[in-house]
């Protein structure tokens, strides 16, 4: 039985309104250099007006109870779906084909799915309920989904969304009752399955070679890491300061976008970079803690796949910049310049406030 609506978790939307601010700060000081000569505030503006955005986006669906969003699941997976094939008909922008021009903006129907995903599983597995246990029955068909969604972004291509999707389902899928030797078999083929891909493609294993040894590739394949791995050594405890970092200064790509958090590293030091994995944990916690304390499977489901959505896509992140992971291509939630990442992050967050005004012990 659901409880009467109370307030919102507090937690969760102070910890993401802080790192939405942090966001901010580090893309005007990250791009500023890149865009003195013509415009230093471009990448500032356009920023404050999706996060200006996101914010309504975010309390909008903080108002809308998350049981009403039941009808139009299907719809917005459709949706999705077929944005995702729409995509691919696009002229690539650097090697890949991962936006949608729609006038003065641009989406990225990767990170709809990532929402609609979440969605359509939280709705699928509540309603499935012991037949979880059975393999072609059960769960077989939503993995052949899965598979197709992961083929069509892997066609862009996108191996980091790829596995921020697949993580977050193997989640849901564990959380909703998989059988363990369901579970192992979905592990060890999806490790054969990334393997093949990172084989299949030379530029995924030059990102391997460069993770594994990048001093002995410093002006190819290592480069990237290893000035990422600059920017945080020099950071030390307290940082250079804002606005101070060197690294992005030309010599480390993707500074407001993939590798943002090296330069956080570098201006705010290790007191700052540590600050925003804590923030992140904090989310985590409340996150799951709503799931825990849900009256019903949906809303369960709904938080553990949105937490782990955001947390996971973190985690990678992070991972790729210290150098625990290779590069695969993939923002900080709430921190990295980007619109439709942001967009729909918030809009996650606010279904987790809502859900959060039905939980016992917020």
């Not at 459709?78 to 949608?100: K, T």
Request: with cysteine; charged share 15%.
């Amino acid at each position: 039985m659901r409880l009467k609506k109370g307030e919102p978790d507090l937690w969760i939307f102070f910890t993401t309104m802080l790192l939405l601010v942090i966001g901010i700060v580090m893309v005007f000081s990250a791009s500023y250099y890149d865009t003195l000569e013509n415009d230093p505030y471009f990448y500032l503006r356009k920023q404050l007006m999706w996060a200006a955005l996101s914010f309504v986006a975010m309390l909008v669906m903080m108002k809308i109870d998350y049981f009403r969003l039941k009808p139009y699941i299907n719809f917005i997976f459709a949706v999705a779906f077929i944005l995702l094939i729409v995509v691919l008909f696009y002229e690539p922008v650097q090697g890949s084909r991962r936006w949608i021009k729609l006038g003065f903006i641009n989406i990225q129907p990767s990170e709809i799915m990532k929402l609609s995903l979440v969605l359509f599983l939280a709705k699928k597995l509540s309603e499935i309920g012991a037949r979880i246990k059975h393999f072609f029955t059960g769960i077989g068909p939503y993995l052949l989904l899965l598979g197709l969604v992961g083929g069509l972004i892997m066609l862009e291509p996108d191996l980091g969304t790829t596995l921020v999707i697949a993580g977050t389902a193997c989640v849901l899928l564990i959380v909703a009752g998989l059988r363990l030797r369901h579970f192992f078999v979905l592990a060890f083929s999806g490790l054969a399955v990334v393997g093949a891909l990172i084989l299949a493609d030379l530029n995924r294993i030059n990102r391997i070679i460069g993770f594994l040894d990048p001093w002995s590739h410093a002006s190819k394949e290592g480069y990237q890491l290893i000035n990422s791995l600059y920017a945080l050594g020099s950071g030390g405890l307290f940082g250079m300061g804002l606005g101070n970092s060197r690294q992005k200064l030309d010599y480390l790509p993707e500074q407001n976008t993939d590798f943002i958090y090296a330069i956080l590293g570098e201006e705010l030091g290790f007191i700052g970079a540590f600050l925003v994995v804590l923030l992140f944990c904090l989310f985590a916690w409340r996150g799951y803690r709503l799931a825990l304390t849900c009256p019903d499977l949906f809303g369960s489901f709904l938080a553990v796949g949105i937490t782990t959505t955001i947390v996971l896509q973190a985690f990678i992140n992070m991972g790729v910049v210290t150098g625990l992971l290779p590069i695969t291509g993939i923002g900080l939630p709430f921190i990295s310049y980007g619109g439709s990442s942001l967009l729909f992050s918030m809009s996650g967050v606010g279904i987790l406030l809502n859900i959060s005004r039905y939980c016992s012990n917020p």
